[in-house]
Every structure is written in C-alpha cells, then in structure tokens.
C-alpha cells in the first residue's frame, strides 16, 4: 500500500510557502530604489509579516530571509514610519518566538525553573553574530547599507558612533531635517533591540545557575570577542549614559519653548521627530543600564565559577565592569553626582556606593583579629558608623569632597531601602520580622548621625537637596515604627 501523504499538512507547508514568496516579492520590489511607492511597499512587508506571525492566533515564525528583511528596514529605513515599524514588529517577534526559553514555564514568580528544561533553538535567527568563524571586521557604514547582523565590531562601532553623534548633537529641529536626528534615533532603536536579544538569551540561560550555559550566551561571547577592546567599549557605554542625560535635558527644553499641539505635528516632521527623541532617548538610557546591569550580573557568575574551578583557560580573563566604573568614578569625581542620578539599578548601585565609599574611608591602624573585623564591617552600614565619627569624618572629606559625601550617603540609603524593600537584604538584616524592622530604624539614625557628624565637621557645608530628601525619609521611617 502507498502511504497517503496529509493533505492538510501538504496544504499547510504549501500556503506558507506561498506565503514566503509573496511577502518576500514585496520586500524586493522595495529594493529598487528609494521612493514614496518603494516606502510603502516596505510598510506592506511588514503588514504582512505581522500578519503571518502575530496577529494569527497560529502565527508560525518568519523565515530567516523573512526576519532579516525586518532587519534590513531598521537599519536602511529613510523614515520615521518605517524605523518604528519595523523596530516594534522586532520586539514582538522577539517576545513571541524567543531563541532561548524554559521548557515548561511556570508564571508564578514563586516557581523555580529547577524542574523546567532550558532551550536553545540554535538554528533560529540571530541579528547578531558572535562566533568566531562568522565575526567579520567590516566598516560600521557599509555594514549600515547592507543592512546585514551585527558582529561584534559592528557592536562596538555602533557605541561609538552613538557617542559621537551625541556630543556633536546640540539639538534642533533643524537638525533632525537635516538627517542628523533621523540617524541618532535610528542608531538608538537599533541598539535598544539588540539589548533586547541579548536580554532574551541571557536571563534564561542565568536562571540555571549553570556556568556552562551561561558563558555560551551571546553577551559572554561579544565581551570575550577578540575584535572589540572590552575597557574602551564600557567606558564609552558610560560616556553614551551621561549624554543622553544632557540630550534628555535639551530635548525637554526644546518641547517647552516650542508649544507642540496636534496641529503642528501634522506641519512638522522635526518636531514629530523630536517628540519620538524624547521616548527613544529615554528608553536608549534604560537599555544601556539593562545591558551594563547584565554584565556585571556576569561578572558576579563568572567569579562564583571560577572560586568553585568550574572556569577553563578558554574563558579568559576580564576585569569586572564595577571596577572599570570605580576606576571612572575615582578619577572624575564630578561625574559621581551625574552618575548616581542617571544609574538607578539599587542592587548594583548599592554595590558601587559601598566600595567607591570604602577607597576613601579612612580604616583603623590597628586591628584586631575578632571574627566581626574591619572586613566583615566594609557595608553600607559600616560606612554609616564611620561617618558618624568625627575623627573618621574629618580624615575622609580630606580625600574626598563633602559635597560627594552627600551624594554617595543619600544615594546609598535610597538603593538599600529599595534592596530591602525587594526582599534582597544583606544576611546581617535579614530574618524575622521585628528584627529587619528593628535594623532598618538603626540603619536611619545612623543614616541622620553619620549626616549630622557631616555638617558638623564641615561647617560651610550646605545640605543638598538629595540629602534632604533622604533625611526625610529617614526621619519619616523612625516615626512610624516608635
């Protein structure tokens, strides 16, 4: 007997090569040159592909000529239309067809993922390309007009120019005309996406607690990547957070001065383009803290390896992302207040407070060899404690001004209520109840000496607005809990 094939199977494979065909017949008739019926062909592409694979309740994944068109669009688009099409249809793709996923998920956050099996679907499509067969060193501009993946020197061109492009931008409406602003929003979407797959395939493999599949992950490899210089690359990551700080400042002074209405945004490309700046710059920070946040989450398991021998000679050595910012901080102090106002992460803030206060403490001469010594006190609250001596005080503020004092105390007591508030509390404060509550009025009142112990020993010291926000809440704390 000859076996039948199904023919609602054949069916199917056939309508969605079908499918394929015509949606990719779309995209290459776009290609021909750059027109008004050439953009809208290019929106229909991505109508159709949105079709095909989100709006259908069985929406299969695109094909990988089918994602890399998407891809191509993101980064060749000549409008504001098809730039933000194509980066949300990334992002829905992303969410509904992830490339690293649990077997079995669990929506209670109260689950493990223990008893769940991790999937990597390897042929799946990836914007970025991190091996070192496929990496390439190509120019950022050819790479840009291909429209192709991302290698890790293409990565680290991109950050680049993100920098450069932002200290040359002194913003106006003008400008984005002129296709300066089109370009930097078009560089920020780009980048937010790819922090998107690289938060995609990190966070799961993490959750495993397994060194093994964490150092496969894509951050670990672009970091690893031989084509990038690691160091350069976090420090003009920092560089992108403070100018995007000032670019956020600018833009908000722009949208003031200029009245924007409805109206006017129908008249104005620049200034519909200057109201998708504000967003995409805000939201271009919040990945750049994500992607600074993963790697020193990375940092921290590969140090846990490497204390438990679980590390090989291939994974190299890397200095951790803290120290490169406490080296940046040390040596610029007046960045430390634009710094802890943008980063706002409180586990990894809290960390930074803690060891940058630590260089300057002034530590005992002598010390003892009592179990809960100097090493066991290098916390936040131990820096409480040290500041509410005056002798300690007077020591530190000779090293390091009172002014950034203030910061580095407000800013620390507000990322630890939050650890606490979290749930993440340090060993010392954690347990029953009436103790965390217990610890945390004591961690106020020396938050409020160590401040007192400041100003006395600094007489022409002004309190800072941050600080006074600070003492009221912990001010505020110790009243509700007498």
């Not at 994944?61 to 980066?87: C, D, N, Q």
């Not at 937010?192 to 951050?219: C, H």
């Amino acid at each position: 007997m000859i076996a039948m094939e199904n023919p609602g199977a054949g069916s199917r494979r056939w309508n969605r090569g079908g499918f394929e065909e015509n949606i990719l017949a779309i995209f290459d008739a776009s290609e021909t040159k750059d027109s008004q019926e050439s953009r809208d062909d290019r929106i229909a592409f991505l109508n159709a592909v949105r079709a095909v694979s989100v709006v259908s309740d069985h929406g299969t994944s695109p094909t990988s000529k089918m994602f890399e068109g998407v891809f191509h669009i993101l980064r060749t688009g000549k409008s504001l239309e098809l730039i933000m099409a194509s980066y949300q249809l990334l992002i829905e793709l992303n969410k509904r067809f992830p490339r690293v996923y649990f077997s079995r998920e669990d929506k209670s956050k109260s689950v493990s993922h223990s008893s769940s099996e991790l999937v990597v679907v390897e042929e799946a499509w990836s914007p970025i390309i991190v091996s070192v067969d496929n990496a390439s060193t190509v120019n950022q501009a050819a790479g840009r007009e291909s429209g192709g993946p991302i290698d890790p020197f293409s990565f680290y061109c991109l950050i680049d120019e993100l920098a450069e492009m932002l200290s040359n931008t002194k913003f106006q409406a003008s400008d984005v005309k002129k296709g300066a602003g089109f370009m930097l929003l078009q560089n920020m979407l780009l980048f937010q996406y790819l922090i998107k797959v690289f938060e995609g395939d990190f966070l799961p493999r993490k959750a495993t607690m397994d060194w093994n599949i964490e150092r496969e992950s894509l951050l670990n490899m672009l970091l690893g990547s031989r084509k990038i210089n690691y160091k350069a690359l976090m420090k003009i990551c920092l560089t992108v957070i403070y100018q995007l700080s000032q670019l956020k400042n600018e833009l908000n002074k722009y949208m003031e001065r200029e009245e924007v209405t409805e109206s006017c945004l129908s008249k104005n490309c620049g200034t519909a383009l200057s109201i998708a700046m504000v967003e995409v710059g805000n939201n271009t920070c919040v990945s750049m803290e994500k992607f600074i946040v993963m790697i020193m989450e990375l940092d921290m398991s590969r140090n846990k390896a490497d204390l438990a021998g679980y590390t090989t000679r291939a994974d190299g050595s890397r200095t951790p992302l803290v120290d490169i910012i406490l080296d940046e901080l040390t040596y610029s102090q007046d960045i430390v207040p634009q710094f802890l106002q943008i980063f706002a992460e409180p586990k990894w803030k809290l960390e930074i407070v803690v060891q940058y206060l630590w260089k300057y403490i002034t530590k005992p001469s002598v010390r003892t060899r009592r179990k809960n010594g100097s090493a066991e006190d290098e916390t936040f609250s131990g820096a409480l404690k040290f500041f509410s001596n005056k002798a300690t005080t007077k020591s530190t503020i000779k090293k390091i001004d009172s002014d950034i004092v203030q910061f580095l105390l407000a800013h620390g007591f507000q990322a630890q209520l939050s650890v606490l508030s979290e749930g993440h509390a340090e060993d010392k404060i954690a347990g029953h109840e009436e103790e965390r509550l217990s610890a945390l009025v004591d961690m106020c009142q020396s938050f409020i000496s160590a401040f007192d112990c400041l100003r006395s020993t600094d007489e022409h010291m002004e309190v800072l607005s941050v600080g006074k926000e600070a003492l009221f809440t912990a001010a505020t704390i110790i009243s509700m809990k007498s």
